[in-house]
């Protein structure tokens, strides 16, 4: 691990910086994929599957047998786990839905903003190692909540041409409608375009592989919008003496064991919480069934001491984290002067994989500094804000002259005519211009 | 213009189509540019404003005293306008605001959400020949809004050097914390890299050529976020019987003079409608000073006749216009279900110029086809939502097995492990295990 003991303030972008990934070779493969699977639909589509998931198969929709098969097979404490979280997660996301908001901004002029679900979505969930049906909930039930009525979940299959059962159980228990047997970048570009069996979507959410990645990004220059950006996953601790470091070091590992490529970085006014924390870490790290990817994370990752609270604060708002975990006396401190983060963990009882699962809050979360500028998927992310104006006879003669006004100081004199007309109309008299 | 009688389904998308625009030549010069801006900073601006803009300039940021001159050279009259728009914009994004939201998802397990603003943000207005202070308003007010510490504002001098007095009045009005007489690709390079004199923003909003298009979207590849794709400018008009056709022809007209590329389609139910309104198009077309461009766009625009308006809603919502007009008897119908429109005008008095400029509700809205997965912007595009959770002892014992159970059959150990820990420290256990 790497120790930086009060970094100086031109040094941090060093400090904090991430890996940079570069992508150039992986987009001309992106684009082969995407022009095939546009031409050729699904024949593109298993012939890749074919090649990357190593199974020849002749349809990829999931039958629903084939998911009440999957839903036997799962023990029903782990059901009733899924259970518990799909509620969590509904409450949480059912509680940000806003109302109409209605304004008569001048007498006579309403205006009014709705919002109104994408109607179709598409989720894409990684297959590989860890089935991720945590994600499934994270996605589908807010696109249930939102009233989306097409929710459509990729995912790649095995060698054997299953579905992880879990993933099943948790896409039919959120209401998504089909699931297709299919990964990678042709599962995006088949989103993206549509082919003989899969329906185009609007929106794109999910996590993946740089392959996956560099897909939604295209798709996302073709019509198509994506969740966000994504990179890999990201935690930052903040700890004081008030912290108990070997759950400083459970939650820094839990971030670690996510990929070689995961950030991890300990902030601490502490010596003593830094070294404790280090040496917690070698300690718990021995007996993980995925030490050899959370080795590689912790040993590029960084435990910082800073000497106060303000200094902490700064880093951590520079940095951006994905996830920020404040074990402090001074909490408050932290949660009212936090700008940039992605998910908010506060205390000692509050694991990062808390958040991941079960308490209510997502999961999907803007990465690579990208918390400056990006919510984490909620319940807006499935819907969209429409206005709507209704303007009287009135309202109009009350706005009419200000709109000509500006219409004609920016040259454009049909908007102003538009309002001319109808205040002609209104005063009965006639006008020679039009 | 191209009228078209009951096109059935399967011609819709041909019907529909927008103008698909390439644009791989315009990205290598972007990409060209943005490297030297990234090297060179404020060098490789001025030089390149000097290429495009045709002046040469030692400095680019806006002094105070340029500003209060151009304050003065404004009529009283037009200030009061923008005053008044402003004032409209105010309420209506004010009425946006979202409060704090807070759950206890279960015993213990307290979950919020609330929303902090970007720190900063670059707002891009285009020069050439319309000034579109407009987009100053559009933009500004919601950032000010929302609590955005540094708002930017960049845009593109003229051959003497000199911006538009009204976008800097408007600018100066709403808030803009620096402006720079920058425009281009380089304006956007310059707000995504930074450089000595311009600091980068974390998010990048307006409109632009299509240079400044494939540089925003460049851009927000390379860190930043930006507001949304943009298209040319559309607008669709609903009418029936009970529309006036000079002021359906007035609004095809006003969306028409934007640029030779708009986006212009008349849906109705009645065939004397569709004559009318064509009649009444040349009949104004004549008078307009943009004739030129206005012509362009009207002899690509579609006159659509339809058999009832149960089609008509089917055809509008597959097309998702950015502007939407009802004018029609039966508006509620296409109120309660118009499913993909960025800004919707009901009634004859309710002009598109009205939401160009002055009732209130924003003009920044999704193009080509975007309404149907995009928002226009609102407040909440300065904003992030940050989500925050804090759980008692009690909290984790509640929640504590679920996530022990999910955290294994997703085969993350020290996920599990960060729960366990926390477990058994309250439970008083010694786990073998950590």
């Not at 012939?47 to 098969?69: A, C, H, M, R, W």
């Not at 050899?292 to 106060?308: G, H, M, R, T």
Request: charged content about 20%; proline content about 4%.
């Amino acid at each position: 691990m790497n120790k930086i003991y009060n970094p100086k303030f031109e040094d941090w972008s060093e400090v904090l910086k991430r890996p940079t990934q570069t992508f150039s070779e992986v987009e001309e493969t992106v684009k082969g994929i995407f022009k095939e699977v546009q031409q050729k639909g699904d024949q593109a589509v298993l012939k890749y599957t074919s090649l990357f998931d190593g199974i020849n198969l002749t349809n990829f929709v999931v039958p629903q047998n084939e998911i009440d098969t999957a839903i036997n097979e799962i023990a029903s404490d782990l059901k009733s786990a899924i259970s518990l979280a799909k509620s969590n997660i509904e409450k949480f996301h059912t509680s940000q839905r806003t109302t109409k908001i209605e304004v008569e901004t001048t007498k006579g002029v309403m205006c009014w903003q709705e919002k109104r679900s994408i109607q179709r979505v598409g989720l894409y969930i990684p297959g590989g190692s860890a089935p991720l049906f945590s994600t499934v909930l994270m996605l589908a039930v807010p696109a249930k909540i939102a009233g989306c009525k097409e929710i459509v979940l990729c995912t790649p299959p095995d060698k054997k041409g299953s579905i992880n059962p879990t993933i099943l159980f948790a896409a039919q228990l959120c209401g998504v409608t089909k699931i297709y047997k299919i990964g990678g970048i042709q599962a995006i570009a088949a989103m993206t375009f549509g082919t003989e069996s899969i329906e185009k979507v609007y929106k794109i959410f999910g996590p993946g592989n740089q392959f996956v990645t560099i897909a939604k990004q295209y798709a996302s220059q073709l019509g198509v919008a994506i969740d966000m950006p994504a990179g890999p996953s990201e935690l930052l601790v903040f700890a004081d003496e008030s912290a108990i470091p070997s759950f400083v070091a459970s939650d820094l590992l839990s971030q670690a064991e996510h990929g070689k490529d995961s950030q991890v970085i300990l902030v601490t006014t502490s010596k003593n919480v830094l070294n404790d924390v280090e040496q917690e870490i070698y300690k718990q790290l021995e007996v993980l069934p995925r030490k050899e990817i959370a080795q590689v994370a912790i040993n590029n990752s960084k435990l910082i001491f800073v000497d106060n609270d303000e200094n902490a604060l700064k880093l951590i708002n520079e940095y951006g984290p994905e996830h920020f975990i404040i074990c402090a006396k001074n909490e408050d401190y932290f949660l009212n002067n936090i700008e940039n983060a992605g998910s908010i963990f506060i205390g000692n009882y509050t694991p990062e994989s808390a958040g991941d699962y079960a308490s209510g809050t997502n999961h999907t979360l803007p990465t690579n500094g990208y918390s400056k500028s990006y919510s984490g998927v909620n319940l807006d992310s499935f819907l969209k804000a429409m206005t709507f104006q209704k303007i009287s006879k009135e309202g109009i003669i009350n706005i009419g002259k200000s709109i000509e006004l500006m219409a004609e100081a920016e040259g454009l004199q049909a908007h102003k005519n538009a309002v001319t007309l109808r205040l002609n109309k209104i005063t009965n008299k006639q006008t020679n211009k039009i």
